[in-house]
């Protein structure tokens, strides 16, 4: 069982940069894959990034975002840059139980969600 929590500034001016992190809880994070999607109001979730359970791996939707987790803190970060007004929405973390170097693109291949945090860019 894998619980996980989203945290990170809110608020952002259009070109500036922020960091989301999602701290899981559970033994056995190291061995979850991870991945960041997001909804805006009236839109559909879509994915942002995912990391493999080691890091090895990852993909991104959106080139200037990245994705990066500390298993030894059992945390994900997706670190944002040159945001745009489209970029906000809600965030969400996703984990699931995957050893190797698969990544994961579609919310229903994940078992574990946060809660979300909103982000907003401002113009």
């Known amino acids: 069982q894998v619980q996980l929590v989203e945290s990170g500034v809110g608020l952002v001016q259009a070109g500036g940069s922020l960091r989301l992190s999602c701290a899981a809880s559970g033994r056995t994070f190291s061995t979850y894959s991870s991945a960041w999607f997001r909804q805006a109001p009236g839109k559909e979730r879509e994915f942002v990034a995912a990391?493999?359970?080691?890091?090895g791996s990852s993909y991104y939707a959106e080139g200037r975002f990245t994705i990066s987790r500390d298993n030894a803190k059992k945390t994900v970060y997706l670190q944002m840059n040159s945001l745009k007004p489209e970029d906000t929405a809600t965030y969400y973390c996703a984990a699931k139980y995957a050893l190797g170097s698969q990544i994961f693109t579609r919310g229903y291949e994940y078992d574990y969600w946060g809660q979300g945090t909103q982000v907003t860019v401002s113009s």
């Open positions: 990391i493999s359970w080691n890091g």
